[in-house]
């Protein structure tokens, strides 16, 4: 699973973990590729998710490789 596919399930994690929230059902455990998270509460989830987001999406941003010019 790519980076942008990974940061696309989270997203949709997020969706399912607050529609089922207004449903009266609360996940407290969630696995995305591996990744298994586990929280007290949904609020306490979705932050845990948006913080893995956040890493992913640096992952993705920084670069590669660097180049370095001497002179």
Do not use: C, F, H, W
């Not at 980076?3 to 399930?9: D, V």
């Not at 007290?40 to 979705?46: A, G």
């Amino acid at each position: 699973m790519t980076l942008k596919q990974r940061i696309q399930a989270i997203d949709e994690a997020r969706d399912e973990i607050l529609n089922n929230l207004k449903d009266g059902i609360e996940i407290s455990e969630y696995s995305i590729d591996g990744v298994n998270i586990k929280k007290r509460s949904p609020i306490e989830m979705i932050a845990e998710l948006e913080k893995l987001k956040k890493t992913y999406i640096n992952q993705i941003s920084t670069p590669n490789s660097i180049q370095l010019i001497i002179k």
